[in-house]
């Protein structure tokens, strides 16, 4: 790597993250999946769980329990009432599970937004995938009409992106549409994670949007990456602090309000997020467990074929401060 590429992986600024996503004891989901990348790429991390499992929830088991609002809440008040919720540059968070979640994150949000105008707040509005929720309807419209306003960048993938904007995303076209209703909303930034369009089974295509908030001025953009079949999990966790990441390093380097940051933290964190998943699929194949042609239910899937789609974050931690793929974003 070029010393003018270790630059733009590494922050050269203090920053603070405050990060309120599920756990797991074993694997990297949610905080588990965040908290290293993020502390690697030079940031410091302090996490409040929503949850905390066992294991993530596509084995064929787990324990653990969900956490209600007023524990998320209460740890924030203990961080209050010590002075300790000052100094944040960051917000991040993730699965939330229920409607009082998303009001204590909420008011957790602009509480630090009092003390810090300036807060980035990187909204990942769990809600589904492929077709199907895993958190109630209701959630949708308060992502929509409770986080959003107060986010400055979202990551919802293809179907999460169809629920939040009510529109549905079978084209380019159709992504860019949905990513000027989520600007809408009042988010500058805008990444739908990957679209899966034009018939092509291969590959997926992020889509990114970025306006300025004083000039209206909007940059949207493209990157098409090859698609990885197998049972990932956390990859959109992963995906989120690594862009969190990658713009806080940008950021200072391209000046405030200026268009193509986003565009460079998407080329940056896709290079390590396809490094890192290709790592993972190369490594669960070397174990030889065959991966079934169809998505199995829980309790007839081989621990040992999940366990072997982990993400490989540790081994492959080089890839974070030195991803070596390279992706170029288009305008579209």
Do not use: W
């Not at 588990?32 to 790429?41: E, Y």
């Not at 986010?151 to 293809?158: V, Y």
């Not at 290709?278 to 490594?283: G, P, V």
């Amino acid at each position: 790597m070029s010393a003018n590429l270790s630059s733009m992986v590494t922050v050269s600024r203090p920053t603070r993250v405050l990060s309120i996503q599920s756990h797991v004891v074993s694997g990297y989901v949610g905080n588990r999946a965040a908290t290293f990348p993020l502390q690697l790429s030079g940031h410091e991390v302090d996490v409040i769980n929503t949850v905390q499992f066992s294991n993530h929830t596509g084995y064929n088991s787990f324990r653990g329990e969900r956490f209600p609002a007023s524990h998320i809440l209460d740890l924030f008040a203990g961080l209050e009432a010590n002075g300790l919720d000052s100094g944040y540059t960051h917000l991040l968070t993730g699965y939330m599970g229920n409607s009082e979640n998303i009001r204590a994150v909420e008011e957790i949000a602009k509480k630090l937004l009092v003390q810090t105008p300036e807060l980035f707040f990187v909204l990942d509005p769990v809600l589904g995938d492929d077709n199907a929720l895993y958190v109630p309807q209701e959630l949708v419209a308060m992502y929509r009409d409770i986080l959003c306003p107060l986010a400055k960048l979202i990551l919802p993938n293809q179907f999460e992106a169809e629920q939040l904007t009510d529109m549905k995303i079978t084209s380019v076209l159709d992504a860019k549409r949905a990513c000027d209703k989520l600007h809408s909303f009042g988010v500058p930034n805008v990444v739908i994670t990957s679209i899966n369009v034009d018939g092509d089974s291969s590959q997926l295509h992020l889509i990114g949007s970025e306006r300025n908030e004083e000039s209206g001025a909007t940059h949207q953009f493209s990157i098409s990456f090859p698609k990885l079949d197998g049972y990932f999990t956390g990859s959109g966790d992963f995906f989120a602090a690594m862009m969190l990441a990658r713009h806080a390093s940008l950021e200072p380097q391209f000046g405030d309000g200026r268009l193509g940051v986003l565009a460079r933290a998407c080329e940056l964190a896709t290079a390590t997020q396809a490094g890192i998943m290709s790592a993972t699929r190369n490594y669960q194949v070397s174990t030889g467990v065959p991966v079934p042609a169809t998505n199995l239910v829980r309790g007839s899937r081989p621990t040992d074929m999940v366990r072997g789609f982990e993400l490989r974050i540790i081994p492959s931690q080089h890839l974070i401060t030195n991803p070596t793929m390279v992706f170029t974003a288009t305008d579209i």
